[in-house]
């Protein structure tokens, strides 16, 4: 003997209380009559049930009003079901009116190039090593505009420090092609990026123009992340992207550790991944590169002045910039940023042209026309290798020239930093390679005689 479930079952017919032989908990009629209900109650011209505003239509409702048409008991629970059966949903959260609903809190929608984020953002479940050997979590800096959701740049780092703040800028300018008017920069006030402010200033003193190119410094306030919250929420995608990183060097796990992250102030246990790879192992992977052309080249779901809406961020950004006739910039554009990029200093040039820096005295190289021969002049310095960098004595300061030691102590190591030599630096390489003996303060000092004279000659 086969059961009678078996047998319905075998037709497709899968309903617990058929299969049991039980009758169902609404009837055809009862349930007919409870979709009519529902539907005609939001039509106000309908004849077959009265209008019942948004708020008053409830399942009990109608429950009652069943209950009292068919003069029986009516499951309550069995009406819950036929809503999501029947996809009733809608109709009893119809609106009375077809106003727009007004969202009384969302962000305001930006224009495309309107406004460019900038943050950095710890990875969490896996850790490299560093320079020294020691575990450490890579970190990635990212370029974000507002308006498209498009993804300029990012890459590694292990921090948010004003060289790679600076490097990752001009990395920027150079792969972009900026719209002709007034662009904001967003980073957080994190002291990495104070640093932009510098290098910001000194592109709009080359490249600004009335009503065309200008990057304006519009720095989040602190401990603010709604100020950025567009690129904080794509961090989200970042974490899940973590995983990929780790299968693709699943070959180079050494072990698994228990970690801590911090949720909603609260900390939850997780287990991190040591990867035996260095940075640069990590970038040439090219995995990062991946996740950014995901991002831009696949449809998203994003919230513009409160409603949801979707688009391509690639897309988005081609369209806007096909209608204007953007700008690009050149290594020579931006070769000097990177001088700015290193930890300031306050100083003092005296009326000699000479800065007192670490027990050793350094001459104006270049630039001496920016310093008075009459009184000191206060200002900010950023030592690299045997040279300082001289800046203008503000948040913003311009670079005003470059100090030389009197005598290098030992030949100079220069960091891995693509510096242009001085003209100084220039002509001693010169001579030397001629077989000269050179004494720099010698020859600082005719150097700057000469663009003295040359300069007090002009104004004559």
Not at 83 to 99: G, I, S, T
Not at 231 to 257: D, G, M, P, Q, Y
Not at 358 to 385: D, L, M, P
Not at 455 to 460: G, K, M, S, T
């Amino acid at each position: 003997m086969i059961p009678g479930p078996l047998l319905l079952a075998g037709r497709g017919i899968l309903e617990g209380r058929k299969c049991s032989g039980r009758p169902r908990s609404l009837d055809i009629r009862v349930r007919k009559r409870f979709v009519e209900m529902v539907k005609a109650s939001v039509d106000p011209l309908s004849e077959d049930f009265i209008f019942i505003t948004r708020k008053a239509r409830t399942i009990k409702n109608y429950h009652l009003w069943l209950e009292e048409e068919f003069n029986k008991s009516i499951s309550l629970t069995a009406l819950r079901r036929c809503v999501k059966a029947e996809n009733l949903k809608p109709y009893l959260e119809k609106p009375d009116f077809d106003e727009k609903e007004v969202v009384k809190h969302c962000f305001n929608a930006e224009p495309v190039f309107d406004l460019i984020q900038v943050d950095g953002c710890v990875f969490r479940y896996f850790k490299i090593r560093d320079k020294n050997g020691m575990w450490k979590k890579p970190q990635v800096i990212e370029f974000y505009d507002t308006g498209s959701r498009h993804m300029f740049i990012l890459d590694f780092y292990f921090s948010e420090s004003s060289q790679n703040a600076v490097d990752l800028f001009t990395r920027f300018l150079l792969s972009t092609p900026f719209p002709e008017k007034k662009i904001r920069l967003r980073p957080d006030k994190a002291k990495g990026f104070l640093n932009l402010k510098r290098s910001i200033n000194a592109l709009n003193l080359k490249h600004s123009l009335p009503g065309g190119f200008y990057m304006k410094s519009d720095f989040s306030r602190v401990c603010a992340p709604k100020d950025k919250v567009h690129l904080e929420s794509s961090h989200r995608s970042l974490h899940n992207f973590e995983i990929r990183i780790i299968k693709a060097f699943e070959n180079k796990i050494v072990k698994t550790k228990p970690g801590y992250v911090f949720k909603n102030g609260k900390r939850e246990k997780i287990t991190g991944t040591l990867l035996d790879i260095g940075l640069e192992e990590l970038r040439k992977h090219n995995i990062i590169e991946t996740y950014r052309k995901e991002h831009n080249g696949l449809k998203h779901y994003f919230s513009d002045n409160g409603l949801t809406t979707t688009w391509i961020p690639e897309q988005k950004l081609e369209n806007y910039l096909s209608e204007t006739s953007p700008i690009v910039f050149s290594s020579s554009d931006v070769k000097e940023f990177a001088k700015y990029g290193f930890r300031r200093i306050k100083a003092t040039v005296s009326n000699r042209r000479i800065i007192t820096f670490g027990n050793r005295k350094y001459y104006v190289a270049s630039g001496a026309e920016n310093f008075s021969k009459h009184k000191s002049t206060k200002v900010y310095i950023s030592c690299f290798a045997d040279k300082l960098f001289i800046f203008e004595h503000k948040d913003d300061g311009l670079l005003l020239g470059e100090a030389l030691c009197q005598k290098p102590f030992e030949k100079p190591v220069y960091p891995e930093h693509k510096i242009e030599s001085n003209e100084v630096e220039l002509i001693t390489k010169f001579l030397e390679q001629q077989g000269m003996v050179i004494e720099r303060v010698s020859l600082i000092e005719k150097k700057n005689n000469l663009i003295d004279t040359c300069r007090d000659q002009r104004d004559l």
